[in-house]
């Protein structure tokens, strides 16, 4: 344990309904600007997997930004995505500023989800089973190779001391409740991005009557951690639609489909072979295959300016340079244990899975997109969560949705989806924002600091700056 934690006062919840407040230690906390602002800092035990009465207890740490407001609002949990992001690290991007207009409404808890972060971050598991490096792997042969790593981790994470069981997004539902109850507060109000609006719809699922409001900003629905192919080639089609807004954008990339089309048929006609050089300085070969590029590229779409990075990627290719693409391939199978078992736990529903399956056969990224989901769906014993789970989330507390337009990894199809099951949702649409568009419009920090305020927010539509992809 930290050792500015030890003074803590902590509170252990497990089955019980109530707790007492906790007394919370002084915490500076890091911001982008290389200065640190004054906070606290707090833990909740709770068990690591709550279906074991024998279960470890496990920490569940949080920062807390007090609120300046003489009669705050309900505090406002923050809820990183990933899964596998820090909400105290994320202090140390430029959202401080988002957290700081926060505060002039409520106190805003930093939360770190179990096994992130400060909540004793989980370590990990980089397995002995090798990439063969003269192979262009397939679809299947990933699959392959990553279940038997799978396999070997489980076995470690296990010799860890690790229930992997205990890291499913209902887990984390709960522990927020145990945050809650140890503020001592009737309510908390939700703000998630990414895997976060999943966390938060669950927790909207699972404890109704402790949300006082929610804001989901780019929104994972509850079935939609394997995301649809045909979703991403209808986005690839709004980043056409974009580019060809711009007459030097549109010169340069009149066809962004058809290239990385034909560059994919290239690699798997004639697969190319690079060096992979690391961090620590050591390098391997590797054979590029199909596959392999059509990961990167779901990587690469989140936002436009890391569009633009990939699209100037598969230009060169085109030409024979895949200098880009070896900066990605690993020499072994490996895995975060916290984002791998969230993402395995949430599942796939049957009807999802099937129409994946036929939609790849066509997609341009087929459905490389989330790997290792829904690639490695079921493949634990008891981590899946019921179909209940998948269920839409219907709730009557107040939700704003805010989606962009060039979001490359979660779409405003799902964030409708989403918003139809909630009467008391309205839907903020970006034109031209990417996956992390807090300040990809001047508006979008203001809408989300009035409603966490109790502001009501009308559903709108704002228009971002066009992004260019002529100067990569």
């Given at each position: 344990?930290?050792?500015?934690?030890?003074?803590?006062?902590?509170?252990?919840?497990?089955?019980?309904?109530?707790?007492?407040?906790?007394?919370?230690?002084?915490?500076?906390?890091?911001t982008s600007d290389e200065t640190t602002v004054p906070a606290e800092i707090g833990e909740v035990l709770v068990p690591e997997n709550r279906a074991d009465t024998e279960s470890r207890m496990i920490p569940v740490r949080f920062v807390r930004l007090a609120s300046r407001a003489e009669a705050p609002a309900a505090p406002v949990v923050y809820l990183a995505g990933g899964p596998g992001g820090s909400g105290t690290a994320t202090a140390e991007t430029r959202r401080i500023e988002l957290f700081e207009a926060l505060r002039e409404h409520a106190d805003v808890i930093l939360l770190d989800q179990r096994g992130t972060g400060l909540s004793e971050r989980l370590p990990y598991c980089s397995s002995s089973v090798?990439?063969?490096?003269?192979?262009?792997?397939?679809?299947?042969?990933?699959?392959?190779?990553?279940?038997?790593?799978?396999?070997?981790?489980?076995?470690f994470w296990e010799a860890e001391g690790i229930d992997i069981r205990g890291y499913t997004t209902w887990e984390s539902a709960a522990d927020v409740e145990a945050v809650r109850q140890a503020l001592g507060v009737e309510r908390v109000s939700l703000l998630g991005i990414s895997y976060g609006t999943h966390l938060a719809l669950a927790v909207l699922k699972r404890f109704p009557e402790s949300v006082d409001r929610a804001a989901l900003v780019s929104v994972e629905g509850p079935d939609d951690t394997a995301k649809l192919p045909s979703r991403t080639d209808a986005y690839l089609?709004?980043?056409?639609?974009?580019?060809?807004?711009?007459?030097?954008?549109?010169?340069?990339?009149?066809?962004?489909r058809g290239m990385i089309a034909g560059v994919l048929d290239a690699v798997e006609a004639d697969p190319p072979r690079v060096t992979v050089r690391q961090r620590d300085g050591t390098s391997f070969e590797r054979t590029l295959g199909r596959f392999d590029l059509q990961q990167t590229t779901g990587w690469m779409i989140s936002d436009p300016d890391r569009a633009a990075s990939i699209l100037a990627a598969y230009e060169a290719a085109s030409a024979g340079d895949y200098t880009f693409f070896s900066y990605f391939p690993a020499q072994r199978v490996g895995f975060a244990a916290m984002a791998t078992a969230m993402d395995l736990a949430?599942?796939?529903?049957?009807?999802?899975?099937?129409?994946?399956?036929?939609?790849?056969?066509?997609?341009?990224?087929?459905?490389?997109?989330?790997?290792?989901?829904?690639?490695?769906?079921?493949?634990?014993?008891?981590?899946?969560?019921?179909?209940?789970?998948?269920?839409?989330?219907?709730?009557?507390?107040?939700?704003?949705?805010?989606?962009?337009?060039?979001?490359?990894?979660?779409?405003?199809?799902?964030?409708?989806?989403?918003?139809?099951?909630?009467?008391?949702?309205?839907?903020?649409t970006v034109e031209n924002a990417g996956h992390n568009l807090f300040f990809d419009h001047p508006d979008v920090v203001g809408l989300i600091v009035d409603f966490a305020s109790g502001a009501a927010v009308p559903t709108q539509t704002l228009v971002a700056p066009l992004p260019t992809f002529s100067d990569r």
């Open positions: 344990m930290h050792r500015h934690l030890l003074s803590l006062l902590v509170v252990t919840t497990a089955a019980c309904s109530w707790a007492q407040p906790i007394a919370l230690d002084p915490y500076p906390l890091a090798e990439l063969p490096p003269d192979e262009a792997l397939t679809r299947d042969r990933w699959v392959e190779l990553h279940r038997r790593g799978l396999d070997e981790c489980l076995g089609a709004r980043l056409q639609a974009a580019i060809d807004a711009d007459s030097a954008s549109a010169a340069r990339y009149p066809d962004i949430s599942g796939i529903s049957a009807e999802r899975a099937d129409r994946i399956a036929r939609e790849r056969e066509t997609a341009l990224l087929g459905d490389a997109l989330n790997a290792p989901m829904p690639h490695l769906a079921g493949s634990v014993d008891g981590l899946t969560l019921p179909e209940s789970f998948r269920q839409p989330t219907t709730s009557d507390r107040p939700v704003l949705i805010v989606s962009g337009t060039l979001d490359g990894r979660t779409y405003p199809e799902a964030a409708a989806e989403v918003a139809s099951a909630l009467p008391n949702s309205t839907t903020v």
